[in-house]
């Protein structure tokens, strides 16, 4: 856990679990500002914070960083299916996708990944 985060008053801790839910508006500002128990200057003022804002986006980073293979093979079943906005996001990703493995996937790597994810799943369904 970040060390940082662990100095943090309660209220900021859960101001930092309800930053990553603020782009997607579920829930509302004010609902935030009711659930933490701050008034809406103070929220504004933490969101404002920059020092606050890294820690948070340290943390969301290592939450992703966490799940991010099972969030990578999900894409890529959704992509095998046809789905074009997975395979779309993938290529959009792709280089976010090699700083978060900390190495560089070749198109060839990706097309054998995929090719092999496909192979894994054919084979589950004939064995059904």
């Known amino acids: 856990m970040n060390t940082k985060l662990t100095q943090l008053s309660p209220k900021k801790k859960k101001f930092i679990y309800y930053l990553k839910f603020l782009k997607s508006n579920k829930p509302r500002p004010s609902e935030i500002q009711k659930q933490i128990g701050i008034s809406r200057t103070t929220y504004y003022r933490w969101l404002n914070d920059r020092e606050l804002l890294k820690i948070a986006e340290e943390v969301h980073s290592d939450e992703i960083k966490k799940h991010f293979p ?3 093979k999900t894409l890529l079943d959704k ?5 074009v906005s997975a395979i779309k996001l993938i290529l959009k990703r792709i280089d976010k996708i090699n700083k978060k493995l900390n190495r560089t996937l070749t198109p060839n790597e990706i ?5 092999r994810l496909k192979k894994e799943k054919n084979e589950k369904i004939s064995q059904k």
């Not at 992509?79 to 789905?83: F, H, I, K, T, V």
Request: aromatic content about 0%; glycine content about 8%.
């Open 70 to 72: 099972k969030i990578l």
């Open 111 to 115: 097309i054998n990944l995929i090719r």
């Open 79 to 83: 992509a095998l299916q046809g789905d």
